[in-house]
């Protein structure tokens, strides 16, 4: 009975110490690459972007904050004109469905619309499940016009 014990006392013992030698759960992807389409009337944006999550729980609320950078062109009906755009964001939401909220700059360096309205801001739905990597978004934002855009996370 006593050898049983001390079996069992070692084997718990050795079980425990293993526990702690458990690897950390892999960090989620803090990378978005998406693109898509709007519509703005006669107004007609395609786009690229690229988005880094900086950081959960954004001044210890509810809310995660992003940075994105990207490139996009606007058919319209003079021709077409390229931008590129830069913006800081909040996402509310921590399961599948968000708020997404963002503003920054814009810039026209192509076409008939240089120099038009520098600002960029977006307020729009945000659909990703948690440990899944594509994402889906649409909303209103300038200069995307009303939009909607698929992405995939790295």
Do not use: C
């Not at 803090?30 to 395609?46: E, S």
């Amino acid at each position: 009975m006593k050898r049983l014990l001390l079996t069992f006392a070692t084997l718990l013992l050795f079980s425990n110490l293993n526990a702690q030698n458990i690897e950390p759960i892999e960090q989620k992807n803090k990378n978005l690459i998406y693109g898509g389409i709007g519509v703005g009337g006669i107004y007609f944006p395609a786009y690229v972007y690229y988005e880094r999550e900086l950081q959960d729980h954004f001044l210890n609320s509810k809310f995660s904050s992003f940075v994105t950078v990207g490139t996009g062109t606007a058919a319209h009906w003079d021709g077409a004109s390229n931008y590129a755009a830069a913006k800081f964001g909040l996402l509310l939401g921590e399961q599948k469905a968000h708020l997404e909220t963002a503003i920054g700059v814009s810039y026209f360096y192509l076409g008939d619309l240089t120099g038009t309205l520098p600002l960029a801001a977006s307020v729009g739905y945000r659909a990703n499940k948690p440990g899944k990597n594509y994402v889906f978004r649409t909303g209103v934002s300038w200069p995307e016009a009303i939009y909607v855009s698929w992405g995939f996370r790295f």
